[in-house]
């Protein structure tokens, strides 16, 4: 098989004959062509027609018999090769059961009915199930469940918690005692080695602790698993599922309502929301739907545990759309550390703890997933840099240093993506990089985070995300330079941006209809907000009446 492959590889020469007539003269033109012909037809059709300065009304001619000269050249060549092959084989040259198995091979790896079919994933197997007993009369029945593992997970932290400030509290009075005979009977080293086995100490607790919550999430999510299987199971062999959703009740002291001084605490901070429609697009306009929210961003991803009527729907809501193509994101801006230790991170990692993810790999498996891809895309860039050296422009050499010193790290402007189950309202959290420089007043269109926020949009327009709940300010929390006047221009901004990104969206998913939600901090005043929500509509010319609601 080598050598026939050798030699249908072996070049040869062949010369192309053209005869044509221009005006009086007989033209002809000789080429020679190398066989087998390695060019493409038209590439090597349109340099001939270049170099030799033929008449255009000769192109179509000289197209035609080009290329059926070089089939029937191939064709013979290939006849020729398989007569030598037929000659070798009858006088032994080549294996025939050899020849015969590397025949059936190929065959059966180029066939589509040899192809091994696809082996079953669990993942999808379960998401089906899932979705069809969501979808089915048996969802109260999910709902009840997962909602006794949610309190059973909550009791669990609390006992953590509260074992912990113990600790803390203990700790602290040790400490006082020490430092109060400081320079008595304790020296410097005393109180170091005490601070020593304090922290020691909170270290083994939380450690403990955080195996055992792994433990029982894991014990959970494998249960739960195997629950649906069975329930799907027996819902298949009898209609009648009445008696099965008796099997699982909330026990009535897990669905309390608040006590007063929660009840007013919350009543406190009412969630003012600010909701439009709107129209868009040159000639063919697509529908939208726009909402202002005076919020906390971890309001949306935060169960509850009294039985409000809203909390349970969007609860259901959310359960419903999980494997849909309406699903819900939310922008959370972070920092250039792929981790869950610190700040805004560490808070969604403490709320994405209090339920157990049932369809999802956790918050950590997913990140460290990301770093992986996140190493492999610098070793790569970082190659192809050192293979085709970049001029450096406008700071891109501080910028390549950056990636150089910390490749674990991402950029402004980028971003990654988690996926959760078992948060309140959002099925997707994109993850987004941002520094200090959103909090100066004069940041551009042209930022690293406002472009983050298109590539962010881009990203829900071929993924399904139909909901995406976008930080206005491009900030969590206010602090004293953001003024009324750096709000007005930053609102400004981000609504000005945002429509000429889903303006955009018509030619990148064809125009469907999505609604954004444009949140701030609850710190906001209200005056302020109400003056964010006379601007909105100025901005995106809103023609239709706008609604507003305070939600308790």
Request: with cysteine; charged share 25%; hydrophobic share 35%.
């Amino acid at each position: 098989m080598k050598k026939n492959k050798s030699k249908v590889n072996s070049a040869a020469e062949k010369e192309f004959v053209f005869e044509f007539r221009a005006g009086k003269h007989n033209c002809v033109l000789k080429v020679p062509l190398q066989f087998p012909a390695q060019d493409n037809i038209c590439d090597l059709h349109g340099r001939l027609m270049l170099l030799h300065k033929i008449p255009c009304y000769i192109e179509n001619e000289l197209k035609t018999s080009l290329s059926n000269f070089v089939e029937s050249e191939a064709i013979l060549d290939y006849d020729r090769e398989a007569e030598l092959a037929l000659q070798r084989l009858t006088l032994g040259d080549v294996d025939v059961n050899q020849l015969t198995s590397a025949w059936t091979r190929s065959y059966a790896e180029t066939t589509l009915e040899h192809a091994r079919p696809e082996e079953p994933s669990w993942d999808e197997d379960f998401a089906d199930v899932y979705h069809e007993l969501i979808h089915s009369p048996a969802s109260d029945t999910l709902l009840n469940l997962e909602h006794n593992y949610f309190v059973s997970i909550s009791e669990l932290i609390s006992e953590r918690d509260m074992e912990l400030k113990k600790l803390q509290e203990r700790q602290a009075a040790e400490m006082d005692k020490v430092m109060h005979e400081l320079g008595n009977t304790l020296s410097d080293h005393d109180v170091n080695a005490v601070a020593s086995q304090h922290f020691d100490a909170q270290q083994v607790l939380e450690t403990k602790w955080a195996s055992e919550l792994k433990q029982v999430t894991g014990i959970q999510k494998h249960e739960y698993q195997q629950w649906v299987i069975s329930l799907h199971q027996d819902l298949q062999k009898s209609n009648n599922s009445s008696q099965i959703n008796e099997e699982i009740k909330v026990q009535p002291s897990q669905l309390s309502e608040l006590d007063d001084s929660g009840a007013r605490m919350f009543e406190e901070q009412p969630q003012l929301e600010e909701s439009f429609t709107i129209h868009l697009g040159a000639q063919l306009k697509t529908m939208h739907n726009l909402r202002l929210v005076r919020a906390d961003v971890l309001d949306f991803c935060k169960h509850r545990r009294h039985s409000s009527g809203g909390a349970k729907l969007r609860r259901l809501q959310t359960a419903l759309s999980l494997y849909s193509s309406s699903l819900c994101g939310l922008v959370l801006l972070v920092d250039n550390r792929v981790n869950s230790y610190s700040g805004i991170k560490r808070d969604f990692a403490t709320v994405d703890k209090e339920c157990t993810d049932f369809h999802f790999p956790c918050l950590e498996a997913q990140l460290d997933e990301v770093q992986q891809v996140l190493l492999y895309a610098r070793a790569q860039r970082t190659s192809k840099q050192k293979e085709q050296p970049e001029i450096p422009r406008n700071g891109g050499d501080d910028k390549s240093k950056n990636v150089e010193r910390n490749p674990s790290n991402i950029l402004p402007g980028e971003f990654y993506i988690s996926r959760h189950s078992n948060l309140s309202e959002v099925h997707v959290v994109f993850h987004l990089c941002v520094d200090d420089n959103v909090r100066s007043g004069n940041i551009t269109a042209r930022d690293p985070a406002i472009m983050g926020l298109r590539n962010i949009l881009k990203v829900c327009c071929t993924h399904d995300v139909t909901t995406i709940t976008v930080p206005l300010l491009l900030v969590h929390d206010m602090s004293e330079e953001m003024t009324i006047p750096w709000c007005l221009k930053r609102a400004e901004l981000v609504f000005k941006c945002v429509k000429g990104f889903m303006m955009e969206m018509a030619s990148w998913d064809g125009g469907i209809s999505r609604t954004v939600q444009f949140l701030v901090p609850k710190s906001i005043s209200e005056e302020m907000f109400y003056q964010l929500s006379n601007m909105l509509p100025q901005i995106f010319r809103v023609s239709s009446t706008l609604t507003l609601t305070s939600k308790h």
